[in-house]
């Protein structure tokens, strides 16, 4: 059986008139696509946004870098979050992961995920043997979906926005450690300019939902069969 793991991270709500998040609204659209094919799929949910994950500190890293065996109850108290996280991670064969940007990266909320989620001897080892490497992942295998919306547009390779973005490639450094290895990405721009173009973005992007869930449906027909 797949499990898919949904992170959903927008401030904003799913059903509101004014303003509902757009790219809440697309991974949904991604996720009842996905489920009306495969509704045998583990879906595992998490709403950074209105249960966000605690921000690491100096306890938490010091519990982190304590050996297992080492560790006080205090201490294996204070990662238990942190374990909770990173064993949704490892179920996860699929990570739909829906994103605003915000300050031209990720919500606040988001950097704290991963900040709880990519932990030494956990998601990478660390040896410096391996010389100006020293980090490994130690998960494989995994499909990240990365669901953005922006106010603004240009920020993909050759963008007029290009250089300011700093969402999607702080987004794909990081998924390395999350074990993935296929990464799809889906934007909807131009929701400040709110004109023919954001439209336009919108279709694209809905467009670009319907496609993805039929190709990885395939896939994974093709390989759980
Ligand atoms: C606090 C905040 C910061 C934002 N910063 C940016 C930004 O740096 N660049 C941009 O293009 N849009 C920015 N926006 C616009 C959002 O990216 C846009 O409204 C997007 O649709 C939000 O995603 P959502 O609809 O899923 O909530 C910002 C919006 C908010 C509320």
Same mark, same amino acid.
Request: proline share 4%; net charge negative; hydrophobic share 20%.
């Given at each position: 059986m797949t499990t898919l793991l949904h992170i959903d991270t927008s401030a904003?709500?799913?059903?509101?008139?004014?303003?509902?998040?757009i790219s809440r609204t697309l991974a949904q659209r991604f996720l009842s696509l996905w489920q009306n094919t495969l509704p045998e799929t583990h879906i595992i949910y998490r709403d950074l946004a209105t249960s966000p994950v605690d921000l690491i500190n100096q306890a938490w890293i010091e519990a982190a870098f304590t050996k297992e065996e080492k560790r006080t109850p205090t201490q294996m108290s204070i990662l238990s979050a942190s374990n909770e996280l990173i064993d949704e991670v490892m179920q996860a064969d699929i990570i739909l992961l829906s994103t605003p940007m915000y300050n031209y990266g990720m919500p606040a909320v988001l950097k704290a995920w991963f900040d709880q989620v990519i932990r030494v001897n956990k998601t990478f080892s660390f040896d410096l043997?391996? *010389?100006?490497?020293p980090l490994q992942a130690s998960l494989s295998g995994k499909t990240l979906i990365l669901i953005t919306s922006s106010g603004?547009?240009?920020?993909?390779? *050759?963008?007029?926005r290009e250089k300011m973005d700093h969402l999607h490639p702080h987004i794909h450094t990081l998924s390395h450690y999350l074990g993935v290895e296929t990464m799809h990405t889906i934007r909807a721009e131009y929701q400040e300019f709110n004109d023919e173009r954001h439209q336009a973005s919108l279709k694209k992007a809905n467009t670009e939902v319907i496609t993805l869930v039929a190709q990885l449906v395939d896939i994974t027909q093709a390989t759980f069969a």
């Open positions: 904003r709500p799913l059903n509101q008139s004014d303003h509902q998040s043997n391996r *010389g100006d490497f603004e547009y240009g920020f993909e390779l *050759g963008g007029l």
